[in-house]
């Protein structure tokens, strides 16, 4: 299985205070990978690297190729993030939040159509301003968003934060609908329930490293949940 995504010995900062050490680990094509640990272990910021938000050192590498740092390569070259707190637009409509999706150009499947068959609440209301959907809906329109950019791999840091168990089990069934269609998914999730739904392998961090790296079924343990303060 070759990588989409690796870090290799990457330590990662904000004005000095380091978050990450010598993190290193690969998530493969088409693969689901749960990224767990307590907050403050590091999660989002491991996300956030592959951004270059953080001052990192180390080397991040997408498809075998290191990335330069700049903010917008990762999306051009496959790698799409669902941020915590959803971020869309709240001036703009469902369908323009939507459509920003394609800026990195990427060509594909995820249509308008097949985001809203995903996601059919969104297609009932396309034309509704931001400001005007719930909590869940904003999370939706944050993943359909990130679709179209049409990821290799999509990153989802905590999607479910904050919501109804309803609507945690309609996202769920999309994101298996997603990584059926072939996309890996690297997902940060304090719900182990979810990651066990979910995932194939999980990764652990503690106080900024990586301590866990195994098969999901794994998170079972005793031994692992101590590990990692579950």
Known sequence: ????????????????????????????????????????????????????????????????????????????????????????????????????????RRTGTWTLDAVFELFPNLARGRRRHGTALSGGEQQMLAIARALMAEPALLMLDEPTEGLAPVVIDAIVEALKEIRARGTALLLVEQHIGMIQKLADRYLALRGGKLVGDGPVARLQDRAVQELIAL
Do not use: C, W
């Open 1 to 104: 299985m070759s990588a989409i995504l690796e870090f290799r010995h990457v330590d990662a900062s904000y004005g000095g205070a380091t978050i990450l050490r010598d993190v290193s680990f690969a998530v493969g094509s088409g693969e689901t990978v749960g990224l767990v640990g307590r907050n403050g272990a590091g999660k989002s910021t491991t996300l956030l690297a592959v951004y270059g938000v953080p001052t990192t050192q180390g080397d991040i590498l997408v498809d075998g190729v290191p990335l330069a740092g700049r903010a917008h390569v990762p999306t051009s070259r496959g790698v799409s993030l669902v941020p915590q707190g959803k971020r869309i637009f709240p001036n703009l409509t469902v369908e323009e939040n939507i459509t920003l999706g394609r800026a990195s």
